[in-house]
Nanobody, 128 residues
Framework: QVQLVESGGGLVQAGGSLRLSCVVA????????VGWFRQSPGKERELVAS????????DYADSVKGRFTISRDYAKNTAYLQMSNLKPEDTAVYFC?????????????????????WGQGTQVTVSS
């Protein structure tokens, strides 16, 4: 059973920064691609950033490009989402999710249905 635990959310002023962490257990981290999603009330869950199992490919939603950075640490079985220059519209519950992938793959998926395992979410609130 794959388990994901997110942390790092909180309340921050506009223009501030936060770093979200997602610790993954129960499966080889190198065989998983990672996505960070967010969902705010009344809106659909959206993919914010993704990173391939190899770590060699990343992709971002247009709304966060240049402000968010996704990364992963294989030694710690942890994925990160560094968020800078936060805006009130970034307020949401942020979820980490993983999907099985071949080792060293550079493939990225934007399909939410491809992500098999999910964390419980962490709240990010950006005040104006």
């Amino acid at each position: 059973q794959v388990q994901l635990v997110e942390s790092g959310g909180g309340l921050v002023q506009a223009g501030g920064s936060l770093r979200l962490s997602c610790v993954v257990a129960g499966r080889s981290f190198a065989g998983l691609a990672v996505g960070w999603f967010r969902q705010s009330p009344g809106k659909e869950r959206e993919l914010v950033a993704s990173i391939s199992s190899s770590g060699g490919s990343t992709d971002y939603a247009d709304s966060v490009k240049g402000r968010f950075t996704i990364s992963r640490d294989y030694a710690k079985n942890t994925a990160y989402l560094q968020m800078s220059n936060l805006k009130p519209e970034d307020t949401a519950v942020y979820f980490c999710a993983v999907r099985p992938a071949p080792y060293d793959s550079t493939y990225l998926s934007t399909q939410i249905s491809d992500y098999r395992y999910w964390g419980q979410g962490t709240q990010v609130t950006v005040s104006s």
